[in-house]
């Protein structure tokens, strides 16, 4: 629970040696499902993650102990681009999207979130629920999924949205799993701009090329919501 400076702090305070670690990039999201309803539409998905802070919720659930993703890369890494940063919370916008996904649909934005019976993960899905409840036209229910079925039901598309970790200290192979054919599909976009950025990445042969391929993924993953970032480990 402990961010990895303050770790490095304890360590020095303490007399002992520290050592570099390549830094993870990416992290744990609320992932949205875009292939079926409610969040194959766009709207729902930006509704639901200006309604969230989640400051907020690392502050009561992890007593401010994690850090809070900003961007898929930090800035010490040569991919990070400060125009694609992931947007605050903001309640009036949220609450003007799910009045408008009202009128549209005629009724509230219903939605499940899924989670293990097994996972640490129940109080932050909980934080979650309080904070939507805070808003008109939106509900939001906690569909528990026991621990031996819970990754067949990511696997196989069985969820509305649930919590997903793509973290790693480089981009390939890790951010294959955004690409639209990978085999798994809970961390599909479903973009063609993000497919065709993630092939570049690869096919890059100098550090330009990856840095363009990775800003046009950066630019799906910030202007299509297709998942809310939450925390790095």
Known sequence: LYPSEQLVAQATDAGMNSIGWEENQGGVSMNFNQTKPPFDNKKAREAVSKAVDVQQMIDVVAMGYQEKITSMFRESSPFYNAEYTFPEPNAEEAQRLFDELAEETGGPLVVDMSVSTSSENAARVTQIQTQLAQF???????????????????????????????SSPYPVPTFDQFSSTYPVPIGRLNSPQADKAI????????????????????????EDYPQLWMYRQ
Not at 140 to 149: E, L, N
């Open 136 to 166: 008109e036209n939106v509900e939001m229910g906690i569909r528990q999924v026991d621990a031996a079925a819970y990754g067949i039901s990511l696997y196989t598309g069985d969820f509305e949205a649930s919590f997903y970790a793509v």
């Open 199 to 222: 092939a570049d990445g690869k096919s890059a042969t100098d550090e330009a090329g990856r840095k363009a391929a990775y800003d046009s993924l950066q630019q799906v993953l910030v």
